[in-house]
């Protein structure tokens, strides 16, 4: 069975404290990795497509990579208006299995 | 554009009452989708609609039925809900059902049954 599981589920980082968050994912014959970011009370909002293994990706202070095993979303001189959760996705069978999510909280 | 909105964004109903929740998208996607988010937990699959026909129902009790009426529009009628089905309602198109083509959420609606 597909699993997608984020860890940690919570991360309090300082204002410029960089840090990562992780998506570890068993699929058979991965179609795509998807990260989301959510604010509260919001849909989610789509940031990243990884589709194979070594691809990075960049959004201001976000950059995202992919490993056969898991996906890392690296968060660079974080502010606090990147708090939120971030959530990571991959495809099955027309339809998303998410991770559980990081809530994560920066403080200034 | 990435655009899906969605009205109301605030429901309160009784659970006697009979409401609906709108999601449109102008993007040319020919897939859209309806989840249920619970708080501090990720958003949960209901029903996926491919080219206007529903193509997916996660087992919903049928107090929640879909309707999609072209390919832009996305309605959610609600009957004789309970509290629990108290959530963050959220709308979601994708370019098709192709594995891989990326989801795009509304804001969503959050409901609250009393």
């Known amino acids: 069975e597909d699993q997608v599981t984020q860890s940690p589920e919570a991360l309090r980082l300082q204002e410029g404290e960089s840090s990562s968050l992780n998506c570890s994912y068993t699929?058979?014959?991965?179609?795509?990795l998807f990260w989301y970011r959510q604010d509260p009370g919001k849909g989610p909002e789509f940031l990243f497509t990884?589709?194979?293994a070594g691809e990075e990706k960049e959004k201001e202070r976000l950059k995202a990579t992919l490993t056969k095993k898991e996906s890392f979303l690296h968060i660079t001189a974080p502010k606090p208006e990147d708090s939120a959760t971030y959530l990571c996705?991959?495809?099955?069978?027309?339809?998303?299995?998410f991770g559980g999510g990081t809530r994560l909280m920066v403080k200034p | 554009d990435t655009e899906v909105t969605q009205t109301p964004k605030h429901l309160v109903m009784g659970m006697t009452n009979k409401k609906s929740l709108k999601c449109e998208q102008h993007?040319?996607?020919?897939?859209m989708y309806w989840y249920k988010q619970k708080a501090k937990k990720p958003p949960e699959l209901m029903f996926v609609?491919?080219?206007?026909?529903?193509?997916i129902n996660e087992s919903v009790p049928s107090r929640f039925s879909p309707e999609c009426p072209n390919s832009s529009l996305l309605n959610l009628h609600l009957h004789a809900l309970q509290p629990e089905d108290s959530a963050l309602y959220l709308c979601?198109?994708?370019?098709?059902?192709?594995?891989?083509?990326?989801?795009?959420f509304g804001p969503g609606t959050r409901l609250t049954v009393t």
């Open positions: 993007m040319g996607h020919r897939a």
């Open positions: 699929v058979s014959g991965l179609r795509g």
């Open positions: 609609y491919s080219y206007e026909k529903l193509s």
């Open positions: 996705a991959v495809p099955r069978a027309n339809m998303l299995t």
């Open positions: 990884l589709y194979s």
């Open positions: 979601a198109s994708s370019q098709s059902l192709t594995s891989g083509s990326e989801q795009y």
